[in-house]
């Protein structure tokens, strides 16, 4: 079985922990103290990843420690649909937002670990450079409705939106608003109305999709 | 009075059942269409414990809180406590709503016992709306074919032809945001490109 080391508030084990609900693979998951133990950067833990970041993805002998890599290993082996569109300029495009979703971890990612967990550094730069990311995504996400479209490429949900989604979907944990960002806003909906979406601390499920539950 | 109707939002980015922030002069609002289509704008706070409504989400014609879940109907009054579920909730517990209507695409909210009708805009379509960390002199700086106050509106070039646009100012606790219109026809995305590099050169303006 695959097997994820995994933090129940980091927005890129989410990313992996929601792409293998919507592709229906089962994770063995290994809970990883990453606060306050600080346990992903214990001398154990860099036998597996010398970086010391989470998540890391085992399969065999296969260890990955980018969430990208791990979005397309489990798109390959469970749902190649999830790769998006394979012509020239959708590959292209998927790409672009795989590593546009290491900016939204630079900025307002780290926004987030600096109010929640304490996290040292330029809090009102990570925000702005949120703020810039957010606007490009805001653009982007636009001209597709312009287009007809819902997804950042391609007709149907893709890991190009898995990867972005968490860190955006979080933003608000970092003092980063997403009033300004109505385009965004609606696709934070579609993602959080799939089927099989999971929840995480700070993103909820959408409780209209389902009825208001029977008081007995 | 139909000066007091300030765009707080354009009706495309607000489908039914959805719940979205406002503003109008520094009240903060939750806006919210329910599933059959009806536009509200309430004061954005739960009476219970203060929660932003715009949080909360959307079930038939209710509101309903993200915290703990109290309902409000179609009047603003309290219609349901789930923590109380055979309490009937005293007439007392109501949101505060203002006057809301949608015209030409664009959500426009004044006080409750505003008369009259927002300006009307013929000829022109919804585009987006952005934030802007400048103020409206630096849009027109940027911009000189712009012209007005509340409403910006001229004749600019987009992708090499002259195209009407309109920008309507709103303004907000963490800065301006233009809710932007151009002429039907236009191509949305070149007029959404021009409305970045607007955007920019703008900001440019006012930290200058």
């Not at chain 1, 300029?89 to 290491?102: M, N, T």
């Not at chain 1, 934070?188 to 799939?194: D, M, Q």
């Not at chain 2, 329910?34 to 509101?63: I, K, Y």
């Not at chain 2, 600019?156 to 195209?163: F, L, N, T």
Request: charged share 20%; proline share 5%.
């Amino acid at each position: 079985m695959i097997r994820l080391y995994d933090y129940v508030l980091s927005a890129s084990c989410y990313k992996i922990r929601l792409m293998a609900a919507l592709l229906c693979v089962k994770l063995e998951h290994e809970a990883v103290d990453f606060h306050p133990g600080r346990a992903h950067k214990s001398a154990a833990f860099a036998q597996l990843n010398p970086a010391g970041t989470l998540p890391v993805l085992v399969d065999g002998d296969l260890i990955l420690t980018e969430s990208t890599a791990m979005l397309v290993y489990l798109a390959q082996l469970s749902g190649r649909d999830w790769l998006g569109p394979c012509d020239p300029k959708s590959a292209a495009q998927v790409q672009h937002w795989l590593a546009f979703s290491g900016r939204l971890a630079a900025s307002l990612g780290m926004a987030r670990l600096h109010d929640m967990l304490l996290y040292e550094g330029d809090i009102d730069a990570w925000r702005a450079q949120g703020h810039a990311a957010l606007r490009e995504l805001e653009a982007a996400l636009s001209e597709r409705r312009f287009a007809g479209g819902v997804w950042l490429v391609g007709d149907a949900p893709s890991i190009a939106d898995i990867a972005c989604f968490p860190n955006v979907a979080l933003s608000q944990d970092g003092g980063v608003s997403l009033d300004a960002y109505p385009s965004v806003r609606l696709w934070t909906r579609a993602i959080r109305a799939l089927d099989r979406f999971v929840e995480m601390p700070g993103i909820h499920r959408l409780h209209e999709l389902r009825p208001a539950p029977e008081v007995a | 009075m139909t000066q007091r109707w300030t765009a707080t939002g354009l009706s495309q980015d607000l489908p039914k059942a959805v719940a979205m922030a406002g503003h109008w002069q520094g009240h903060d609002l939750a806006v919210w269409r329910s599933a059959s289509g009806r536009l509200q704008a309430w004061n954005d706070r739960c009476p219970h414990r203060g929660m932003r409504l715009s949080h909360g989400f959307v079930r038939g014609e209710t509101l309903a809180c993200i915290y703990h879940g109290w309902v409000y109907g179609a009047d603003g009054g309290c219609k349901h406590i789930p923590a109380h579920p055979a309490l009937t909730p005293p007439a007392t517990i109501r949101v505060a709503a203002f006057a809301c209507v949608e015209q030409d695409g664009v959500i426009w909210v004044a006080p409750a016992e505003t008369v009259g009708a927002p300006v009307a805009l013929r000829g022109l379509q919804p585009l987006r709306s952005i934030s802007l960390t400048c103020d409206v002199v630096a849009v027109r700086l940027a911009e000189p074919a712009l012209s007005g106050d509340d409403v910006l509106r001229g004749l600019v070039q987009i992708g090499g032809q002259a195209c009407e646009v309109c920008l309507l100012v709103q303004h907000g606790a963490s800065g301006l945001t233009l809710h932007a219109l151009c002429a039907v026809g236009a191509d949305r995305i070149a007029a959404s490109r021009w409305l970045e590099d607007l955007r920019r050169r703008a900001e440019r303006k006012g930290a200058a």
